[in-house]
């Protein structure tokens, strides 16, 4: 298996998860669906809602705790509102693209998956898509962003065996 995922687990409650072989999945899955090469890499900061409250701060300016961040190495989104982004480039000749940074919070991603009953590998695995299609340049911010970006995770999901997650 490609190693696309470089995990960083600073909240110890990470530990038992699986969460590098979960985010391996969910990366290749992710750009093999998109038909983008398989050896783009991102990196993955497993943490707490501390941490996390703090990082929402300094980035987004809210003093809140959230489920995933993502920080995009380059500005991929598109130019038209549910247009599909900019494809991604390697830094250096020959290297893979590096795509950026994901920080999952533990606590925020526990609370939801148990509060809409749903298994924990399956809340983390749409929250890396989420994260990952995030880095690739799309977003929510419009309707037509938000609609492409919901039918990508629903069908990276599925792929995935995973029900549709709204």
Known sequence: ???NVDVVIEAPQWEDVGLHALAEKAVLATLRHLRLPDDCQCSLLATDDARITVLNAD???KEAATNVLSWPAEDLAADTPGGPPAL???DFPGEPPFLGDIALA???CRAEADCAEKPLNAHVTHLIVHGL???LGYDHICDEDADLMERLEIEILGE????DPY
């Open 160 to 163: 995935l065996g995973f029900p």
């Open 133 to 135: 299609l995030h880095l």
């Open 1 to 3: 298996m490609t190693d």
């Open 88 to 90: 991604p480039e390697a």
């Open 106 to 108: 533990w606590e925020t």
């Open 59 to 61: 980035f987004r300016a």
